[in-house]
Every structure is written in C-alpha cells, then in structure tokens.
C-alpha cells in the first residue's frame, strides 16, 4: 500500500506562509484519495484539507478556507498544502493521510507528522 513522508514544516510568524509536502511511496499512488490532518498539544486529531484520487475534488476545514490550498502532483507522488496567513492556532503537528476515498481518509495511512509553529 502506499506509505507517505511529510516535510517542510517549520517556525514562521503570524501571517507568514510554509509549504508542505508529502512524498508518497506506491506504485497507485494517484487512484488514493488524500489529505492533511493536524493535532495540537493536548488537543485530538482534526481534519484540515482532503483531495480525490485525480484532484478534481477538494475539501477544507472551516477554519482553513481561503488560507489554505491541497494539491498533489500523481507524476512525482507528492501531495502538498500550502498554507498562507498562518496564525498561532494553525501551531500543530501536520499528517499526510493516504485511502481509497475522502470519506475514508482518517482510517487510512498515515506518516510520522511535520511540525507547525507559527508565533505571535
């Protein structure tokens, strides 16, 4: 199955903007559906961004609309967020999420996470 890698987080001030990415391993790579979830400190895993197999189809979490952008590029297996205007609550660790569809995303695979920090 495929197996992915998240990179490109760091620690930027309010309103700066980062780009990450996640390399994903598996040769069927593009018929997965995939997306971004985040967990902050003491907080539960929360969804952020998904995008169907081809990404003709996205979704984004309420409190990251107009900020934050998915994309993935099937030729290289990477997924990306690019995510702009951050502010201190976009500080979390940040999974790349691998399964057969949008719906199913939370019970597919997962990487080790990147950290976001984004002060004040």
């Known amino acids: 199955q495929v197996h992915v890698v998240e990179s490109g987080g760091g620690s930027v001030p309010t309103v700066g903007s980062l780009r990450l990415s996640c390399a994903a391993s598996?040769?069927?790579?593009?018929?997965?559906?995939m997306g971004w979830f985040r967990q902050a400190p003491g907080k539960e895993r929360e969804f952020v961004a998904a995008?169907?197999?081809?990404?003709?189809?996205?979704r984004y979490a309420d409190s990251v609309k107009g900020r934050f952008t998915i994309s993935r590029d099937n030729a290289k297996n990477t997924l990306y967020l690019q995510m702009n205007s951050l502010k201190p609550d976009d500080t979390a660790v940040y999974y790349c999420?691998?399964?057969?569809?949008?719906?199913?995303?939370?019970?597919?695979?997962w990487g080790q996470g990147t950290q976001v920090i984004v002060s004040s």
């Open positions: 995008t169907s197999s081809s990404g003709g189809v996205t």
């Open positions: 598996g040769r069927t790579f593009s018929t997965y559906a």
């Open positions: 999420a691998a399964a057969s569809s949008i719906a199913t995303l939370s019970h597919g695979n």
